[in-house]
Each structure stands twice: as structure tokens, then as C-alpha cells.
């Protein structure tokens, strides 16, 4: 299939800082892709390379068959952006949020009007289209900048962090507007997020970025038969930190990995259950109090920790500004 996206040998560098080392990948035309990472693996800073925000230091990103750092302005009509912080305007109705941003494509009256009204009654909001969108719930504010980022019909729809802060029904909401719109206009749909579950939904193929290169890249299925297939066991304790139940258990035989955080630890193991009680005996031995125990089916959260050594903590996950971005250094603007 013909590539909507095409990345090739990306490096950028902020002084000695090198945010992006080398980095390649297509997305085929009418894919849904994740791009997965923990904060400061780049993941910011490739969307502001694709959306035209900034230049790569060398390497390309082509949109289309478009270079994006050689004509932004033609890439910039090719694409819809859905950015991390919410940026419709709270004393604007949802009409003239949706009107405004048609205007800046030129979009003719007739046109822009008939596009506006049947997204907004595809996203659930035309009873509501000529209220204030400060009235509105996050959900609803972010099916509305959805619709907003399609109003000049793009090829090729950027998603960063699109349900962050919402609430579990409002997420699957946005999941069913997108793979409906993904398979009615035959969109390329890049997305970033810090939810294993829906990157696990919705894309057809993930990549994984860790200090700005793409450590892994294939589908959820193909990833996960990458790496072993053990069982994986969950442990909430308290009374000791996480670094101490940690090293406690890599010292067992039988454990492939483990990581902590929160509380919590997630152990890669040989015959998981019958791992159990041995996990749960080396605990308390060292003055755990546990809480529970899982026995989980491998997920896409258990490639990710084998590709990067620990998981995506919700904790992490803070807003920033999309003009700036994360992973910059302070004296660039952080």
C-alpha cells in the first residue's frame, strides 16, 4: 500500500540534548498507527516534526509524498490535528469554534456549513452546537475539537494523547468516533497515548519509542510473541518501598522481570500460579503487607516494560503545551 506517512533517519538535537536519534518508519495509507513512550522518549517531538512545528536537524518526515520541513504550508492542508491540551474556545459556541477553524482552509460558506453541521451530528453534538463550549463536559469538549480537526476533510488525522483526563465511558466514545471516521473517509490515523488498552483497540500496528529511537515496531500480536510467553503475576504490597520488593524478587530463580511503582509490582514468571505463594512468602519476608494478588494474560503493558525496562504510570502523564511540547530543555522554552 502507498504511505500517507513516510519518516526517514529523523534526528533532532536541542544543543547536546538529542531528542530524536535516527528515526524510521511508514504508515500506510488509511492505517491507524500508536506511537507508544514513556515521557521524554520523543514521542512530542516527532508530532511537532510532522505537523510542521519544527525542522528535524537532518533526516525527513514526508506527508503524502510532502516534505514537511520544505513545505509546511501544503502538509499543513493534508492534515487534522487533535493536540494533548484542550484548545477549543470556552466563550465561543461549538458552531464558531468548528467555523473559525474551517475559515483559516478557505473553505467556501455553503461548503463550511454543510461539513460543520453533519460532523457535529456524527460526533453527537448538534443539539448542542449554539451553546457556549464552557458549558460543555471534557468528553464533549474533545469530540468536539475531533470533528474540528476534520472540518477541512484531511488525509491523514494526528492524535496526541486524545482521551487523557477523561472518564472511562467518554474514552470509548472517542474510540467508536474514531474507527468510525477511520473506516467511512478512509483516514490515516497516527496515534500517541499513554493507555495500553487503547492502543491495543484501535491500532493496527504499534511502535515503540525510548529514548528517541523506535525500539520495537509491528502489530499487538506480532509484538507480543516477540518477547517470551510467561506468565504474569500482580502484587499490590505496602510497608517497604518499591525499589526494596524489587530487588527481593529478581533475586527468585524463577522470575524473568519485575517492576514496581506505585505500590505495585508486575512479575514476569514461569508457571505463574504456581509462582504464587513463593512471590507472595518473599514479600512478607522482607516486611511487605500484601493486599492482593493477580494473575494476569500477557498485554501490550508487558512489551512495553521488556522494551523499556518499566511501565507507563498514569502518574507520569502531565499536560503540556502543545507549541512547546515535553522533552524540551528549559532554555528552549520548556
Same mark, same amino acid.
Given at each position: 500500500?502507498?504511505?500517507?506517512?513516510?519518516? +526517514?533517519? @529523523?534526528?533532532?538535537? %536541542?544543543?547536546?540534548?538529542?531528542?530524536?536519534?535516527?528515526?524510521? !518508519?511508514?504508515?500506510?495509507?488509511?492505517? !491507524?498507527?500508536?506511537?507508544?513512550?514513556?515521557?521524554?522518549?520523543?514521542?512530542?517531538?516527532?508530532?511537532?516534526?510532522?505537523? #510542521?512545528?519544527?525542522?528535524?536537524?537532518?533526516?525527513?518526515?514526508?506527508?503524502?509524498?510532502?516534505?514537511?520541513?520544505?513545505?509546511?504550508?501544503?502538509?499543513?492542508?493534508? @492534515?487534522?490535528?487533535?493536540?494533548?491540551?484542550?484548545? #477549543? *474556545?470556552?466563550?465561543?459556541?461549538?458552531?464558531?469554534?468548528?467555523?473559525?477553524?474551517?475559515?483559516?482552509? *478557505?473553505?467556501?460558506?455553503?461548503?463550511?456549513?454543510?461539513?460543520?453541521?453533519?460532523?457535529?451530528?456524527?460526533?453527537?453534538?448538534?443539539?448542542?452546537? *449554539?451553546?457556549?463550549?464552557?458549558?460543555?463536559?471534557?468528553?464533549?469538549?474533545?469530540?468536539?475539537?475531533?470533528?474540528?480537526?476534520?472540518?477541512?476533510?484531511?488525509?491523514?488525522?494526528?492524535? *496526541?494523547?486524545?482521551?487523557?483526563?477523561?472518564?472511562? /465511558?467518554?474514552?470509548?466514545?472517542?474510540?467508536?468516533?474514531? /474507527?468510525? !471516521?477511520?473506516?467511512?473517509?478512509?483516514? &490515516?490515523?497516527?496515534? &500517541?497515548?499513554?493507555?495500553?488498552?487503547?492502543?491495543?483497540?484501535?491500532? +493496527?500496528?504499534?511502535?515503540?519509542?525510548?529514548? $528517541?529511537?523506535?525500539?520495537?515496531?509491528?502489530?499487538?500480536?506480532?509484538?507480543?510473541?516477540?518477547?517470551? /510467553?510467561?506468565?504474569?503475576?500482580?502484587?499490590?504490597?505496602?510497608?517497604?518501598?518499591?525499589?526494596?520488593?524489587?530487588?527481593?524478587?529478581? &533475586?527468585?530463580?524463577?522470575?524473568?522481570?519485575?517492576?514496581?511503582? $506505585?505500590?505495585?509490582?508486575?512479575?514476569?514468571?514461569?508457571? $505463574?500460579?504456581?509462582?504464587?505463594? =513463593?512471590?507472595?512468602?518473599?514479600?512478607?519476608?522482607?516486611?511487605?503487607?500484601?493486599?492482593?494478588?493477580?494473575?494476569?494474560? /500477557? #498485554?501490550?503493558?508487558?512489551? %512495553?516494560?521488556? !522494551?523499556?525496562?518499566?511501565?507507563?504510570?498514569?502518574?507520569?502523564?502531565?499536560?503540556?503545551?502543545?507549541?512547546?511540547?515535553?522533552?524540551?530543555? =528549559?532554555?528552549?522554552?520548556?
Amino acid at each position: 500500500m502507498p504511505s500517507s506517512i513516510e519518516i +526517514s533517519n @529523523i534526528i533532532k538535537k %536541542f544543543g547536546a540534548l538529542t531528542a530524536l536519534d535516527g528515526v524510521s !518508519f511508514n504508515i500506510d495509507e488509511g492505517e !491507524f498507527f500508536g506511537l507508544l513512550g514513556p515521557n521524554g522518549a520523543g514521542k512530542t517531538t516527532l508530532i511537532r516534526i510532522l505537523t #510542521t512545528l519544527i525542522k528535524p536537524t537532518s533526516g525527513s518526515a514526508k506527508i503524502m509524498g510532502i516534505d514537511a520541513a520544505k513545505k509546511p504550508g501544503e502538509v499543513r492542508k493534508r @492534515i487534522g490535528v487533535v493536540p494533548q491540551a484542550m484548545t #477549543t *474556545d470556552l466563550d465561543l459556541t461549538g458552531m464558531e469554534n468548528m467555523d473559525i477553524y474551517a475559515r483559516f482552509y *478557505d473553505m467556501p460558506k455553503r461548503e463550511r456549513h454543510e461539513r460543520i453541521n453533519h460532523l457535529l451530528e456524527l460526533v453527537g453534538l448538534k443539539d448542542r452546537a *449554539d451553546e457556549l463550549v464552557a458549558t460543555y463536559s471534557g468528553g464533549m469538549r474533545r469530540r468536539l475539537e475531533i470533528a474540528r480537526g476534520l472540518v477541512h476533510k484531511p488525509s491523514i488525522l494526528i492524535l *496526541d494523547e486524545p482521551t487523557l483526563g477523561l472518564d472511562p /465511558q467518554s474514552r470509548h466514545v472517542v474510540w467508536e468516533l474514531l /474507527q468510525k !471516521f477511520r473506516s467511512e473517509d478512509k483516514l &490515516t490515523i497516527l496515534l &500517541t497515548t499513554h493507555y495500553m488498552d487503547e492502543a491495543e483497540t484501535l491500532c +493496527s500496528r504499534v511502535a515503540i519509542i525510548d529514548y $528517541g529511537k523506535i525500539v520495537a515496531m509491528d502489530t499487538v500480536d506480532g509484538l507480543k510473541k516477540q518477547i517470551s /510467553q510467561k506468565d504474569v503475576v500482580e502484587i499490590a504490597f505496602s510497608g517497604i518501598d518499591n525499589s526494596r520488593a524489587e530487588a527481593e524478587i529478581k &533475586t527468585i530463580s524463577f522470575v524473568h522481570t519485575a517492576a514496581a511503582t $506505585g505500590g505495585v509490582i508486575r512479575v514476569s514468571a514461569d508457571n $505463574g500460579a504456581a509462582a504464587i505463594p =513463593s512471590l507472595v512468602h518473599a514479600l512478607k519476608k522482607i516486611g511487605a503487607n500484601v493486599a492482593s494478588v493477580v494473575l494476569k494474560q /500477557q #498485554t501490550l503493558e508487558d512489551v %512495553f516494560i521488556h !522494551f523499556t525496562g518499566r511501565p507507563i504510570r498514569e502518574e507520569e502523564v502531565k499536560k503540556v503545551s502543545y507549541l512547546i511540547g515535553a522533552g524540551i530543555p =528549559s532554555k528552549w522554552g520548556r
